[in-house]
């Protein structure tokens, strides 16, 4: 590492590395020189000339954010001359904005207040007339209000440098320069509304927050994402028991400032009108809506009846519920009902990851390593869209540190515009033509492998086999598709393995079996649509759901419990990474409880409760932290909001986890597997697309 | 082709526009009947650190208007850098007042190319760019035709004169944007991209066109190099003051008699240039107001020219800048106020809007300058014409901010009471609506 | 005999002192009111029951900022926003409020509301009957508090949601 250069700022001397910028070394030692275009981590502007400071022996002010450091430089940030000068620059940005705070929704909230508020003048000496311009819907969740704009360009940088999307430019000169979509008149993007985010002020506004509440009425509840399984902390905005908005105010997850369309805007499921409210029973063949305790108790009678009677029950659980859910499911499922049947949607090959890692250290990378790591090899996924995070962070990792990326894919992919080597091939060829890019690889230092759910099987053990020819460290992550679907197989939603993929020792049916079969007494099935797209179950098992929407295999069950949204939980869940991070309760859906506390009043009620054991989310995680290998991590880090990655399991997985079972539904930026159906923002982004 | 926009005037002293008036002036032919692709056959006998040297010893100074030293910025090239270098020309002459270049390229394509040429040689490009001024169109032509020329005749191409150097010239159409005339929002406009300035440093020098090291001079810059390498940076720099060697084409306008672009020799007195060159200022009327380069500078007033010389010492001492050559006399019938409407109307226009001061600013001043022209000022706006023009002062992000607040800050001050007599005029009892263009997008 | 004489004095003294006093009252304009057989008299900036001003085109001036439930001490205003559309516009802004409630029970009538409004869309009235055996009437909503529509002030344009106006 180079020397340290050491400077004075505001009479405090700080040593920070060479060809630092001025504005970053005063963060150093705290103190925040104002800026409306420098955003860290996007190439730099200096347009709107805030951040100007003093520097000795220079004779004019610099601007802080493209300076950079210089030994013995002495730096002041806070002078009369430097007051006057952002005063001025701000009476400059206020002469054509609209000031109509009171009806802004960023009023509270903005930059641009925060700054007059600080350096500017209680009255305006400008008193021409102001250059309007109407606004305009970019997209169904787009707004743009030219005159509030500030021309800081945060947007236009984010949207091509972090998202490589580019859907933003500028257009016309001079005072009358405005911000325009690509497309002249809308966005044709992810719709991630970062742009929204990054705006310093109301510019840019949420089509599905709009006018609704102001900042300082919500609540921020910070928790995760229940769509994709990149575990995305959405920090959701809470009043009266209504979600308003999600987004990453304090930017404290493993997402960083990244959210896209489903962090964002995808909420709104939880109060679609079709949401369950109440538990529903089949009565003269008509599915009628009881009491909760009717249905509990109809549901632990037959469940009774079917486990002592040695009938065969068949349980599917979930990919979207808590790690809690998930442990509890496949207790009552085990012990309860003494059934090993028990599966839920496999969507990426994880077991035989594990397997063949089994031996090596730290081979499981995290979402941070896709940012650090010099290398990354991204085999048989199309991330822009599936995984809109590890896209991200891949993006900034070759844009911050130059990283190598090497695409391996079917179709073309995002990745390819700085790709080191783009390479196309058919679903099954990923390590035929891995392959071909041995040498490349094999001068890497270190190197991050991502692959989908074409790797699976022989395949993974295989490529396993190839990076450790490599003789470099090489980390992995096994691509799975939802908010939970890693926790589900970690927690032993499979009938081979217990949890922490510990062998059952005993068989069972998969899911598709389950849904097939012929001879099934009983189905218990947790937020799961295994009959989705309309295919009959095999036989005529009794069905029992928790669901929140009436789904298809809702639709055939005889008894169904209307459950909580991850939204509405406690809990914690593992994201594609292994990382494990904390559901918080943002709001209470009216008639729901979450799936844990529906399987454990069925539980008390059948009479179970002392051998189950209790069922409130600390008490179920403090179980699995004390049985479940790896998943005794240091509580105050998970209760705090932060991620620790997991390491359930090193060495070999004795059995044969079916990895032919494994199947990605390929969800895209604007799909959710069932969820996203009730999602009013993803449908009208799709409607909106098909209409142009 | 060869009739002159002006008479030459006796006292000029003709070294970069000495083929001016020729028969055929831009064809190859005249250009090699007179001394022409002399210098780069010299400049490829020598090394390359001499050819630079020589360039530092004419004292030869940017003729875009900032003057900084032509030999210092080509040192600062680094020749050994793996990448490519490139020679870019910098045509796009916008600046009000200024109408040089084109002349230069009109008259004599050849000696544009042989200076970048010589430049290519001293650094190792191998290519040139000539990036043209969008509303020169007809200029793009006699270029095409000059470059096409050298060419099909061997001047232009791979090994040049039997020697390993080879060099390729370009021309490039701007859009007709002020901004591009700032040496890193041309190599923006010359990328494709968006016509606004880089953060400096890094300079062209060292991070310039494709990211690669280029040099980017005016259009008289390079056409001054082949004297200088034929006859020596020694007698180029004899032509001048001490400090910068040379001749520089002025551009006479205003109120003069004869009106004109003049080769003036560097330290060419002030006085004798308005009233031997010039010709005087019509109707035997007084000196007024003097722009010495270009809208930009800081405007004089009649008192503050006494004595002065046409240089840069000289200038810098009277407060205000050599510029880029554009002169305009104005005499005691001009309206001072609408001299600074005039001035800010071109600057709000022409401001690419990237930063704040500059792109609220100038719309500001043009806004309140249109109503005190319109007889709607009161007393504050006077000071806060000047305040706000020294808000922008020294706050911008490229030198338009400058210039637009160095004459309007002059001219308030120079000139207040024109502004308070229009305070006190009672004629304009009903707002006069103004005839200027609001500015809409799309202009 | 003597001391008697005095107190007599003394006493028809401290009599005729009283009764100048009350003479003196009954020749004053009287302030006692004759609450309720009549109404009562206001100062003009007797803070009362809150209105909710229009604005001259008859719509509402609130633009739902939740300023006054912010500087509200007590906590007593609630309000919903909601957007005008082409269809339905009720405010000048681009937002009003669908809600606006004060709960009078909590209400500490200190003006706070008044000074935050940056559209002087909240003002204190002069009313102040409000006292109710039932306190759940005490909360009052934007109907009960907004000021009627001027006269000739043209209606603000309120379609009902149904109507197609121009493809919104």
Known sequence: MAELVSLTIDGRTVQVPPGTLVIDAAKKIGVEVPAFCYYEGLSLQAACRMCLVEVEKMPKLMAGCTLPVAEGMVVRTETPTIAKARKSTLEFLLTNHPLDCPVCDKGGECELQDMVFRYGAGESRYTEIKHHVDEKQWSPVVYFDAPRCILCYRCVRICDEGMGVGALGVINRGVVSEIAPNKTDHLECDECGMCIDICPVGALTSGAYRYKTRPWEMQHVGTICTHCSNGCKTTLGVRNNEIMRGDNRDQSGVNGEFLCIKGRYAFDFYHHQERLQSPLVRKNGKLEPVSWKEALEAAAARLKAARDAGSKIGVIGSTRTSNEENFYLQKFARLGLGTNHIDHHRTGDVVTLLDALSGQKDALATTADLYEKPAIVVLGADLALEHPLLSFQIRANFRHHQARVYAVTEKPVREDKYAAAAIRCDAAGELAALETLREKLANEPELVIVFGDTVKGDAVRKLVAFGSSLGKPVKYVALVDYSNSRGAMDMGLVPELLPGYRPSGQTGMSAGEMVASGDLDMLYIVGANPLEGGQPLGGKPFVIVHEMFLTETAQAADIVFPASSAYEKNGTVTSVTGEVQQLKKAVQAMGTKPDLEILGLLVREMGLAAQIGPWTPDKVFQEIRETVPGYNMPLPVIATGGAVQTAPVNGRIEVDARPDLVRSSRDGLFTSGTLGRYSKVLNSVVEGRHHT | ?443 | MANTITQIIESAAAVAKGMSVTFKEMMSPTVTENYPDEPPKFEERYRGAHVLQRDENGMEKCVACFLCAAACPANCIYIEAAENTDLVRISGGERYAKVYNIDYNRCIFCGYCVEACPTDAITHGHGFELASYNTSTLVYRKEDMLAPIPPGARPPVIASSGTAANGH
């Open chain 2, 1 to 443: 082709m060869t009739k002159l926009y002006n008479e030459p005037s006796p006292l000029e002293t003709r070294v970069l526009t000495k083929r001016f008036g020729l028969p055929n002036s831009a064809s190859l032919d005249t250009y090699l009947a007179t001394d022409g692709y002399v210098a780069i056959r010299k400049a490829i006998e020598m090394t390359q650190d001499d050819v630079i040297n020589e360039v530092k010893a004419s004292n030869l100074r940017g003729r875009g208007g900032a003057g900084f030293p032509t030999g210092m910025k080509w040192g600062f090239v680094p020749r050994s850098s793996p990448k490519p270098k490139y020679i870019v020309v910098n045509a796009d002459e916008s600046e009000p007042g200024t109408c040089k270049d084109r002349l230069l390229m009109e008259y004599d394509p050849h000696q544009l190319i042989e200076g970048m040429m010589i430049a290519g040689r001293a650094v190792d490009a191998k290519a040139g760019y000539i990036y043209i001024r969008g509303e020169y169109r007809y200029l793009i032509d006699i270029m095409d035709k000059a470059i096409a020329e050298a060419y099909q005749r061997g001047y232009l191409g791979k090994n040049l004169f039997g020697s390993d150097f080879s060099f390729d010239c370009y021309t490039h159409t701007g859009a007709g944007a002020y901004e591009c005339g700032e040496e890193s929002a041309l190599l923006e406009s010359l990328e494709g991209k968006r016509g606004v300035p880089r953060i400096r440093p890094p300079f062209p020098a060292v991070v310039g066109a494709w990211q690669c090291p280029t040099i980017l001079n005016n259009v008289e810059t390079f056409c001054a190099v082949p004297p200088i390498i034929r006859d020596g940076g020694a007698a180029f720099a004899a032509l001048g003051v001490p400090k910068a060697g040379g001749t520089r084409l002025t551009c006479l306008s205003g109120h003069l008699n004869k009106p004109g672009v003049y080769e003036l020799a560097l330290g060419f007195p002030l006085d004798k240039m308005i009233n031997e060159v010039g010709g005087g200022i019509p109707n035997g009327r007084k000196l007024k107001a003097f722009i010495p380069g270009g809208s930009s500078c800081p405007i004089l007033t009649a008192a503050e020219c006494e004595g002065l010389t046409m240089d840069y010492d000289s200038m810098a001492n009277a407060k205000t800048m050599l510029g880029s050559g554009g002169v305009v006399v104005m005499d005691d019938t001009t309206d001072m106020v609408k001299v600074a409407l005039r001035i800010m109307r071109f600057y709000a226009h022409e401001s690419c809007g990237w930063c704040i001061p500059c792109r609220e600013g100038t719309a500001w001043l043009r806004k309140i300058l249109t109503r005190f022209v319109d007889g709607m000022g009161t007393k504050q706006d006077i000071n806060l014409i000047g305040d706000l023009a020294h808000n922008m002062l020294g706050r911008t992000f490229c030198p338009l901010g400058d210039a637009a607040a160095l004459p309007t800050i002059s001219i308030v001050e120079k000139f207040r009471d024109e502004f308070e007599a229009y305070l006190a005029r009672t004629t304009v009892s009903i707002p006069v609506q103004s005839d200027l263009p609001v500015l809409q997008p799309g202009m």
